[in-house]
């Protein structure tokens, strides 16, 4: 027994005397302190005694509640979480803007601190992501929903709503200085809710990253209030089996709700109220729209290829379409899905799905409805705001993100949200990882 102790002392020393020597050794050719943060935090035991570096114990960042019994469902830990934030003395721990325009005035130390992982998996460096992140309030959970979905290998774009507040645009400022690869939108719009200039944020996103030096294959759209259900790795893998195929929501027939588009519509403040622009319907029907195509309805978000970006922006079908579409309720609903299933447009990716436009599965987000889908959270407009008896079933989607979120509205399922998708991120490419599902996908290119 005393040898076995003995062999087990020597072992540890063995591996402390290893890091310690490293550091060291560094430390001579590191002056800088943030790097000396930087190699602390890189050397681990799983390194030093030779495993793999994918190798990756799950941490804790939130303690007053056991996350990882959330993510299973349960009920005690759920009522557990609930009485926790009905408390009247619970507060959460808020990043202000202000704390964030402080923070980035030293990059390497605010990601440090923010714990950004700067490793690049094999599956990222085979596909590139180009995103747009749409805000205009709670720099914090755009932070976070950027930080989840952050790699070197993408590229990042930031709308915030020019509406609002100046510390708002400063701090988003801050953020994108600190990375090579984010930048924050060249013209920023009055967002009108359910308004063209919505539809136009996106396009501004998409014309400055066509622009950029660094390529990349795909482009997704994000408001803040959504939240990743698969890692980076993850999303690379799925996007290389669409293989240029686009994923956009299709609905025809009697839901498309045709009065959006039947008629015109003008923006303008409410009589007698001093409030920001909203849509109104003229009794002056539009003109048919041109091409004879179909109106299409869908989702403001979706996966798109860099070639039906490109076609979005630069060809004058996809332009003239727009131009029709200025008058329209929500267009953002509709311009996408309408250039998708019109097939005589030929939009790049379009072209793989040939049934009806309903049937297709739609995997860019998942969404819980009012009389639809069951939601342990609360409704708010018909959508389901997820709280801490959602975490569960989120998790087993096939979804990429899911939507959506409130800081202010049980955050600990934010929070735990975050603590799985983190240990998920840095334990790297699971091996129950179905490929196989998005392989039988019915809208994807098949491979050569």
Request: net charge positive; aromatic share 12%; hydrophobic share 35%.
């Amino acid at each position: 027994m005393r040898r076995v102790r003995s062999v087990g002392v020597m072992f540890l020393t063995f591996i402390l005397v290893y890091i310690t020597g490293k550091i060291f050794i560094e430390l001579e050719n590191r002056p800088n302190d943030v790097k000396i943060f930087n190699l602390l935090r890189d050397v681990s035991v799983p390194e030093a005694i030779g495993l793999s570096a994918n190798t990756h114990v799950s941490e804790r960042f939130v303690h007053n509640v056991r996350c990882d019994e959330l993510m299973k469902g349960s009920k005690s830990e759920i009522e557990k979480a609930k009485k926790i934030m009905q408390n009247k003395n619970y507060t959460r721990k808020a990043i202000s803007d202000y704390d964030y325009i402080q923070l980035t005035q030293n990059c390497d130390k605010f990601k440090l601190d923010r714990k950004y992982n700067m490793h690049i998996s094999e599956e990222e460096k085979q596909i590139s992501v180009a995103y747009s992140i749409l805000l205009y309030k709670d720099v914090e959970q755009a932070e976070r929903l950027f930080r989840a979905i952050y790699s070197p290998n993408n590229l990042y774009c930031f709308h915030v709503d020019a509406n609002s507040n100046q510390s708002i645009h400063e701090a988003v400022d801050g953020i994108a200085k600190c990375f090579d690869n984010v930048i924050v939108v060249s013209r920023k719009e009055y967002v009108v809710y359910s308004g063209f200039t919505r539809l136009q944020a996106d396009l501004n996103c998409m014309s400055d990253l066509l622009r950029m030096e660094q390529k990349w294959d795909y482009f997704i759209n994000l408001p803040s209030q959504q939240f990743p259900l698969k890692t980076n790795a993850e999303i690379a893998k799925i996007l290389k089996i669409y293989n240029g195929a686009n994923d956009i929501e299709g609905i025809t027939g009697n839901r498309r709700l045709a009065h959006r588009f039947t008629f015109r519509h003008i923006y303008k403040e409410e009589p007698m109220k001093n409030t920001k622009l909203r849509p109104f319907k003229l009794n002056q029907k539009k003109e048919d729209p041109p091409f004879n195509i179909t109106v299409v309805k869908g989702s403001a978000y979706g996966i798109f290829s860099r070639d039906f970006v490109n076609f979005v922006i630069n060809s004058y079908q996809a332009r003239t379409i727009l131009d029709w579409f200025h008058d329209v309720l929500s267009p953002d609903e509709y311009y996408w899905a309408t250039l998708n299933y019109n097939h005589q447009l030929e939009a790049p990716g379009s072209s793989f799905y040939k049934g009806v436009p309903d049937k297709k599965p739609w995997l860019a987000v998942f969404v819980a409805w009012g009389g639809a889908d069951s939601c342990a959270g609360r409704f708010v407009r018909g959508i389901c705001i997820f709280g801490v008896g959602d975490l569960h079933l989120l998790k087993e989607k096939p979804q990429l993100f899911s939507n959506k979120f409130y800081l202010d509205y049980q955050p600990l399922a934010l929070d735990c949200m975050e603590e799985w998708h983190r240990n998920r991120s840095m334990a790297g490419l699971s091996s129950d990882f179905n490929s196989t599902f998005y392989k039988s996908l019915p809208f994807i290119k098949p491979s050569s």
